[in-house]
């Protein structure tokens, strides 16, 4: 498995994974009805528009298999709310359900702190569903809760979670350690 830059073509197979994992990630915790609403193609059009137009810092990222198919993505770049004292914000974190539980999400989260640390932001937080068992991930790698807010979704109101980390270099330190 690699890690690299994400291209202008890989927008659709970014967009599958994003439509299919949030498909079996969030049934029972987010409406049916807006997982129905869910489409590839208009995920692909956004992410082509992400990619070949590139804003501030966003940086994403994918892991490619040994064949060459993309089975996990990420995406980064400056704090959204300016309010929690953070830098950096990791945006989105799929990895394909069959590939999960293989190093995956540690390699994509130490490429993006990576790429953080290189545009100069060296803390970083990231909002997740309360319900979604991602968490574990989160904990495993050392995020600290630090804050929380409700969403709405298709009529349901949601809570998320903000996992923090006032240093990435610790966390990087602590990504590459449980590579080797
Ligand atoms: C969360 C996610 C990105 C983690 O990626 P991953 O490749 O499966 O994670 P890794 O294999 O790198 O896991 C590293 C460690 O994190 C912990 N961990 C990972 N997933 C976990 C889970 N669901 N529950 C508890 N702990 C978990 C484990 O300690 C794991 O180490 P181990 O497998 O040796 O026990 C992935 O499960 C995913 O894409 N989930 C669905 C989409 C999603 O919810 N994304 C987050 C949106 S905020």
């Given at each position: 498995m690699i890690v690299r830059d994400a291209r202008p073509t890989d927008a659709a197979a970014i967009a599958r994974i994003h439509v299919e994992t949030w498909g079996t990630a969030y049934r029972g915790i987010v409406p049916d009805a807006?997982?129905?609403?869910?489409?590839?193609e208009a995920r692909a059009a956004r992410w082509s528009r992400i990619l070949t137009e590139p804003e501030g810092h966003e940086l994403v990222r994918v892991a490619e298999d040994e064949a060459g198919d993309l089975v996990g993505f990420a995406s980064a770049g400056p704090e959204r709310t300016g309010e929690l004292g953070y830098e950096g914000e990791l945006y989105a974190l799929y990895v394909r359900a069959e590939h999960q539980r293989r190093g995956v999400g540690r390699a994509l989260t130490l490429s993006v702190v990576e790429g953080l640390a290189e545009a100069g932001l060296r803390s970083m937080l990231l909002w997740v569903l309360a319900e979604n068992p991602a968490?574990?991930?989160?904990?495993?790698?050392?995020?600290?809760?630090?804050a929380t807010r409700e969403i709405e979704i298709e009529g349901a109101v949601l809570d998320e979670i903000a996992y923090g980390w006032e240093d990435t270099t610790e966390l990087a330190t602590h990504l590459r350690g449980a590579d080797q």
């Open positions: 807006f997982l129905a609403s869910l489409s590839v968490r574990g991930f989160y904990e495993a790698i050392g995020g600290t809760p630090v």
